[in-house]
């Protein structure tokens, strides 16, 4: 599948294997996942920062297989889901760092589109998720309130 807004393909990536089962090596029950996600959303980590920490510093891979729910759902079930989807939260950032880049940078003529590009994906994601109930119907990205935050 190809990128939305690039001529590129963007096929090179790692691959989830198939066959979704519970590796041998790892040492943590079901409940000690849950709580070490916990621990981390606690700590003011992103999901996907948790996935990776998970990944990387104890050796589990993916937390659905093992727990039967996913890093969003168990954040959900404890309250501690955030506000603004991560995604779109991400996206506004970059927005909003790109018009911080142009204000300073009035000639920039190629991030000029840049940010077009980001500001129309910004619009495409908050209509899935107000469609979804994630954000509020009344939520609308606006460039100067994106600044303030």
Known sequence: MGRMHTHRHGKSHSRRPVEIHIPQWIPYTPKQVEELVVKYARDGLTPSQIGIKLRDQHAIPLVKPIVGKTIGRILEQ??????????????????????????????????????????????????????????PNDWKYKSVVAQLE
């Not at 309250?79 to 996206?91: G, I, S, T």
């Open 78 to 135: 404890n309250e501690l889901k955030p506000d603004m989807p991560e995604d779109l939260d991400n996206m506004v950032k970059k927005a909003v760092g790109l018009q911080r880049h142009l204000r300073e940078n009035r000639g920039d003529r190629r991030n000029v589109r840049s940010l077009e590009l980001i500001e129309a994906k910004v619009h495409r994601l908050s209509v899935y998720y107000k469609r979804e109930g994630r954000i």
